[in-house]
T-cell receptor
Framework: GAGVSQSPSNKVTEKGKDVELRCDPI?????LYWYRQSLGQGLEFLIY????????KSGLPSDRFSAERTGGSVSTLTIQRTQQEDSAVYLC???????????FGQGTRLTVV | AQKVTQAQTEISVVEKEDVTLDCVYE???????LFWYKQPPSGELVFLIR????DEQNEISGRYSWNFQKSTSSFNFTITASQVVDSAVYFC????????????WGAGTKLIIKP
């Protein structure tokens, strides 16, 4: 596709349920980022994939959060046993090489009720 | 230690005024990249500019200009003759080899342009 695609665009889930958020990066981009942004706040780093390097998971807020990137392309962010504080916009971005600009998807707005 | 500092949390100016958004960074790398992004109320993050550490030339794009000064570790962004459509949150970011080129973000500056 022409840009970074995220799905779903909106997700409402009940507390305690698991959710999966998907990111399709720009084809050929080696770097992929997941961020979380709460209303009116900055970008909270979650996880960073770069090529074949081990992902930097240092931003994942708890062990309920995990992410994988299959075949160096699509990435899935999974949140288990969702809590109300997980409600936020989850943003994915990709870039084609180290030091290049990142392009962002439209985000997934997650609401935990 | 915070690597990218945007000290201005919020700035409010009247339309047509010039406004400068500050960004101060910290790195030990000699090769690094600096970025500015805009996030309008609609929410999407829009890339504005990328500079590498070897190019200190200032850049101008229409009403936007960027002042990169390695001596003060700053990469400031000026909007000339501001317009209401410039209202957004602006983020500065750093990418360095030491961090495997991971983007390191400032907290953002909310810019409000009043008509």
């Amino acid at each position: 596709g022409a840009g970074v695609s995220q799905s779903p665009s909106n997700k409402v889930t009940e507390k305690g349920k698991d959710v999966e958020l998907r990111c399709d990066p720009i084809s050929g981009h080696t770097a992929l980022y997941w961020y979380r942004q709460s209303l009116g706040q900055g970008l909270e780093f979650l996880i960073y994939f770069q090529g074949n390097s081990a992902p930097d998971k240092s931003g994942l807020p708890s062990d309920r959060f995990s992410a994988e990137r299959t075949g160096g392309s699509v990435s899935t962010l999974t949140i288990q046993r969702t809590q109300q504080e997980d409600s936020a916009v989850y943003l994915c971005a990709s870039s084609d090489k180290g030091g290049a600009e990142a392009f962002f998807g439209q985000g997934t707005r997650l609401t935990v009720v | 230690a915070q690597k990218v500092t945007q000290a201005q949390t919020e700035i409010s100016v009247v339309e047509k005024e010039d406004v400068t958004l500050d960004c101060v960074y910290e790195t030990r790398d000699t090769t690094y990249y600096l970025f500015w992004y805009k996030q309008p109320p609609s929410g999407e993050l829009v890339f504005l500019i990328r500079r590498n550490s070897f190019d200190e030339q200032n850049e101008i794009s229409g009403r936007y200009s960027w002042n990169f000064q390695k001596s003060t570790s700053s990469f400031n962004f000026t909007i000339t003759a501001s317009q209401v459509v410039d209202s957004a949150v602006y983020f500065c970011a750093l990418s360095e080899l030491d961090s495997n080129y991971q983007l390191i973000w400032g907290a953002g500056t909310k810019l409000i342009i009043k008509p």
